[in-house]
């Protein structure tokens, strides 16, 4: 058999390698040592078969790839195995999968896409669907800083646009760390891990993992695509750990819902964290350092939480001193990035002696009252009795002269120069 026939069947090998892998052979290998070892018979040094490959397509690769090169596929030969494959031989086993519940949602299936299996499973054969208790839970929040603004100065369309982006990446990231999507509300995103009770070793651990990748993939989502001087989605996120009640509410359109404390708790280290950050409770912390202790963790100190007292709080995942930049994520700041109205350093962890900076309420000389994500407080003097006189301190919700975003507000500015 010539070298040409055999250098051809090693090569449609490779070829049908990269289709059903989407990597290149020996990737990352050095390519001497690699050499040697595919051409040592004792060796016989090969790319494994991708997990995608059907049965079919896999036998022609190892054919392709035979030790001796009397036992390989020559050209009218390779060509007969193609011609007489259908498209079930050669359509890879992850887009059967995809098929498949494609074909379960064109079939009512769709349940499984909402409710937890056993739910659905009662929901299908028309049982009713009883409270159940779930012991031990992490839960994920996250929401859209300066989301308000946002829907103020885009179309609704484009909001649409910029939720259904960033949720098609969330429920992505879902899948891969087996997070239960639970709802999504405007711009809040809720998740939930070991409702199943099959994850009651990792459930924290998933849920950080989770959050830290969310931050990321937030910071790539433009928040419109005609204009990327609007800049990428901020979010701020919350994680709480604890037990639940779940239940399907409702009948019209019935509703899959978790109810109890946790919920509320999860809740609020989301609305009390800061944008780019993750903020956890001392429960989910201390499930975090059984879970993952190599994952980073740092203590906020107390925080004043509303209906709760003071909590200690953690800092999930590496943390700068710029919270606008730390290192959960590469988020790029745009036109909706602005300043509180007053000048002051929010401080990420507190002292040992008492509550953080950020939960006290800071006030100047004629400056206005901040929330901690830079809003302006109800009551405050600036909207009581008008902003006072100053060239360098204003409200979030005002834009720069030269803004694009601005314009499209058409706020009224009553500064004086």
């Known amino acids: 058999m010539s070298t040409r026939v055999v250098n051809l069947s090693g090569y449609a090998g490779m070829i049908l390698y990269e289709i059903y892998s989407r990597k290149t052979p020996f990737e990352n290998e050095n390519p001497r040592k690699v050499l040697r070892k595919v051409c040592d018979p004792r060796i016989n040094h090969r790319p494994p078969i991708p997990s995608t490959c059907p049965k079919r397509m896999a036998e022609v690769m190892r054919k392709c790839w035979a030790n001796s090169p009397a036992g390989r596929p020559e050209a009218k030969d390779l060509d007969l195995s193609f011609s007489d494959a259908n498209a079930g031989d ?30 659905a499973d009662m929901l299908k054969a028309g049982q009713k669907v009883e409270p159940e208790t779930h012991e031990d ?9 300066r989301f308000t603004d946002i829907s103020r100065a885009l179309p609704a369309v484009k909001v649409c646009d910029l939720l259904d982006r960033l949720y098609v990446a969330f429920d992505d990231l879902a899948t891969k760390h087996g997070i239960f999507k639970v709802e999504t509300i405007g711009d809040a995103w809720m998740g939930v891990t070991n409702l199943e009770g099959n994850q009651a070793d990792s459930h924290a651990k998933r849920i950080a993992e ?56 999860a ?4 609305s009390m964290s800061l944008g780019g950050m993750i903020q956890c409770s001392e429960a989910a912390a201390s499930f975090l350092k059984r879970q993952a202790p190599k994952l980073p963790l740092r203590k906020r100190g107390k925080v004043a939480v509303k209906g709760k ?69 109800p009551g405050s003097k600036s909207q009581s009795s008008g902003m006072k006189k100053s060239s360098t301190i204003l409200p979030e919700s005002m834009e720069a002269p030269d803004s694009t975003i601005g314009r499209r507000i058409h706020l009224k500015r009553s500064l004086s120069k």
């Open 90 to 119: 050669a359509e890879p086993i992850l887009d059967r999968e995809n098929t498949r519940l494609r074909k379960e949602v064109a079939q009512g299936d769709m349940l499984y896409q909402v409710f937890p299996r056993k739910v």
């Open 137 to 145: 839970v992490t839960i994920f929040f996250s929401d859209i800083v």
């Open 210 to 265: 989770f959050a830290m990748e969310a931050v990321e993939a937030a910071g790539d989502v433009l928040i419109d695509k005609d204009d990327p001087m609007a800049g990428y989605v901020n979010i701020r996120v919350g994680l709480h750990s604890g037990q639940v009640v779940s239940n399907v509410v409702g009948s019209l359109n019935p509703r899959y819902a978790l109810f109890g404390d946790t919920v509320n708790t």
């Open 267 to 270: 809740s609020r280290m989301e």
């Open 309 to 377: 007292g003071s909590m200690t709080t953690f800092w999930v995942g590496k943390v700068s001193m710029d919270h606008q930049h730390q290192s959960n994520s590469g988020y790029r700041p745009g036109t909706f990035d602005r300043q509180p109205a007053v000048g002051f350093q929010e401080d990420l962890f507190s002292s040992s002696t008492g509550p953080s900076q950020p939960q006290k309420e800071r006030e100047q000389p004629n400056s206005a009252r901040v929330a901690m994500d830079g809003s302006l407080k």
